[in-house]
């Protein structure tokens, strides 16, 4: 791919509070953030600096040069005894597209301590308002097979629906041969659906992997999910769903 290829850009207001953390302080907090979208990558979150916590801030000699956005100049940041460096950027004079963010900063998600939209923890990366998921309940037959044989068949699985990606089917737990499967450390985030728990179970080469994931506490907007089981369609040997 070139990455001098025309990308589409486009900046957004925002009026959610969003805030970020790092080591017990809140370094950043604003109603009145910028959102950047860039291709197909997720939306950034971008403050302006009059919501930033600037006396916390170190400049940089670290710059990065984004062949869509411009030249991004770096701050470190240092709250206590805890620093971190080159985990705040911002565009002093972005290219045509990107001109909103002019006079704004984002964070590094995995360098700061968390991030609250609103007063709820934004998990993994910043939400994109144009994508919806629906959970919906339904009575048509779900059967998954793996290593030849029935793993889970149910009548009351939950469908979910959400904007890009493939149905998934949340299959009860009752309905599933758990004695097939086995826990697993494995945890992941979703900033719409909250934190993942993982089950594993030999793949036909022999070798042990996660084919399976649930929501023990979805957020509240998916909680039709809490504690079904969905499995990936290309770790078992199908997920057959009933026409009608």
């Not at 070139?2 to 959610?16: G, L, M, T, Y």
């Not at 909103?100 to 360098?111: D, F, L, M, T």
């Not at 826990?183 to 179970?201: D, F, I, M, Q």
Request: glycine share 6%; aromatic share 10%; with cysteine.
């Amino acid at each position: 791919m070139n990455a001098d290829a025309p990308v589409a850009i486009r900046v957004e207001d925002q009026s959610k509070r969003y805030r970020v953390l790092f080591n017990g302080a809140t370094i950043a907090d604003s109603v009145r953030t910028k959102l950047l979208f860039e291709g197909k990558h997720h939306p950034v979150i971008y403050f302006p600096m009059a919501d930033v916590r600037q006396d916390l801030l170190t400049p940089s000699e670290h710059s990065t040069t984004c062949p869509h956005k411009g030249l991004a100049s770096y701050w470190s940041v240092m709250v206590g005894d805890k620093a971190k460096e080159n985990i705040v950027w911002g565009y002093k004079a972005p290219k045509p597209g990107a001109e909103g963010i002019a006079g704004h900063v984002s964070y590094s998600w995995k360098g700061v301590d968390g991030w609250l939209e609103e007063d709820q923890p934004l998990l993994g990366h910043a939400r994109n308002p144009y994508s919806r998921i629906d959970t919906l309940r339904s009575g048509r037959r779900v059967t998954v097979k793996h290593c030849g044989e029935t793993i889970a068949d149910t009548a009351r699985a939950v469908f979910l629906y959400e904007t890009g990606l493939p149905a998934r089917y949340y299959i009860p737990k009752a309905d599933v041969r758990l004695d097939r499967l086995q826990a697993s450390a494995l945890k992941t985030v979703c900033p719409y659906k909250g934190e993942a728990s993982y089950y594993a179970a030999p793949l036909a080469s022999g070798e042990v992997k996660e084919i399976a994931w649930y929501y023990p506490e979805p957020w509240a907007e998916v909680a039709l999910i809490r504690d079904a089981i969905a499995f990936y369609p290309d770790r078992v040997d199908s997920i057959e769903v009933a026409a009608k």
